[in-house]
């Protein structure tokens, strides 16, 4: 244990720049016009859009903990992580608490001239009541919450990621007897569906509705979802939330799913409804879409998705740019891609997305992101808290063997993992200068 350094003995230079690298951003940023539209919505993510940089964040408490106990190095590493923008939950509360919450934070945005990204994660039967679980507990309680939400924002201008893993992981995907009728389905659906008109009949809000990531739903089914749930009267949709898959595997993906959208929407007349017609992650000629892993494409390698492509182009073609359903990417953790355990070491499910070893921080947070329908790039997850208290599916085991402890509870900080995840930035994480 390092020693306490009392307060008057901290280094006035070091304290300084701890206290401002916090929110360099509000310091720096200049306020922003909506810009003209990439989305019939109209409400438009700019490339020049600065994103939000909360001063009170674990990390930024981390580093001030850091440097009293006289670690400086780490007290530094936990100042770069704190000094760019992160998004902010709200999982929980009564209406009246969230749309206070809401409005404090989205109007302290507003001073500073940049843009929070909120994620709405409230939506009943959350993460089939897994680590995660929770929520609204009813469908009527999930929609006086996310109306409150949605009131405040009100005028301000917001970035609003809408329940993740709310459409990939459905009530009927949860187990066989958790919806047999599909009525919870149904209201999740509708849920969802309320929850886009409700955020975006605001002026400034931009809503990005879940859609998992490209190792999960096939590119056919996804976009069935994200039509039910009204992705057209949204800006787009969200990828990669909370996971570790690669950017590029995001961005083809979300390619992707764009144009399947389209085709199902806008395309041919025989294909009106049909995104079950579209080629995706797991196609190729020798096997059907099946949306099944199994067939003759690398889920994981981009290089092999050669087949998906040319079945696009020769069915779908480029389709108009303003009629394209643009995303955004979930960067926070990805740096180094998904994690592939050693082969045999598990014989059950080794819970990839669950606290894997050795990750990384991914592209920062940007709405310059360079790819067409990328909006942006953004640090959704927190970096450093928790997935849950994995233990690789050992039959009774409670301890992770990839860290010999108990994993921290979901949403919980752990301090370590989020050294480790800088440490493994890829690129190399510096302070954020205002980017």
């Not at 595997?249 to 390619?255: I, K, M, V, W």
Request: hydrophobic content about 35%; proline content about 8%; some cysteine.
């Amino acid at each position: 244990m390092r020693p306490r350094i009392p307060r008057s003995l901290i280094p006035v230079g070091i304290a300084a720049l701890l206290i401002g690298l916090a929110v360099p951003a509000q310091a720096q940023a200049q306020g922003q016009e909506q810009g003209q539209g990439r989305r019939a919505t109209g409400h438009t993510l700019p490339a020049d859009t600065r994103f939000y940089v909360e001063p009170d964040r674990d990390a930024a408490r981390q580093s001030v903990t850091d440097l009293l106990h006289g670690d400086f190095a780490g007290a530094t590493t936990m100042a770069k992580l704190a000094s760019w923008p992160g998004a902010h939950w709200f999982s929980d509360g009564t209406p009246a608490e969230v749309e206070e919450q809401t409005r404090t934070l989205v109007r302290r945005a507003a001073r500073t001239g940049t843009v929070p990204v909120l994620v709405a994660y409230d939506i009943p039967g959350r993460d089939c009541s897994q680590y995660s679980s929770g929520g609204a507990q009813s469908d009527a309680d999930y929609q006086a919450w996310i109306a409150a939400l949605a009131r405040g924002v009100g005028r301000d201008k917001a970035v609003v990621v809408l329940e993740p893993d709310g459409l990939a992981n459905l009530p009927r995907d949860c187990s066989p007897t958790t919806d047999p009728t599909g009525t919870l389905t149904a209201g999740r659906i509708a849920d969802l569906r309320y929850a886009v008109d409700a955020l975006e009949k605001q002026p400034n809000t931009t809503v990005y509705l879940d859609a998992g990531n490209s190792h999960w739903q096939s590119v056919g089914t996804m976009t069935q979802r994200l039509m039910q749930a009204g992705a057209d009267r949204a800006q787009g949709f969200s990828l990669n939330v909370s996971n570790f898959f690669a950017t590029d595997l995001s961005d083809r993906y979300g390619t992707w799913v764009s144009d399947c959208l389209w085709y199902a929407t806008k395309g041919p007349e025989a294909a009106r409804g049909h995104a079950e017609a579209c080629a995706g992650q797991y196609f190729s000629p020798a096997a059907p879409n099946d949306g099944r892993p199994g067939n003759a494409v690398d889920v994981d390698d981009p290089a092999t998705w050669h087949w998906t492509d040319l079945w696009f182009q020769q069915n779908v073609g480029t389709p108009p740019a303003g009629e394209r359903t643009h995303f955004v990417v979930d960067t926070s953790r990805n740096g180094q891609g998904s994690w592939t355990p050693p082969a045999g070491k598990y014989t059950g499910d080794p819970q990839i997305w669950c606290n894997p070893p050795g990750r990384g921080i991914g592209d920062r947070p940007t709405a310059g992101t360079g790819t067409a329908l990328a909006d942006a790039y953004l640090w959704i997850k927190t970096v450093g808290q928790s997935d849950g208290q994995c233990n690789r599916n050992i039959p009774g085991g409670t301890i992770d063997p990839e860290y010999g402890i108990v994993d921290p509870a979901a949403g919980a900080w752990w301090p370590e993992q989020a050294a480790t995840l800088v440490r493994n930035a890829r690129p190399a994480l510096t302070f954020n200068s205002g980017y």
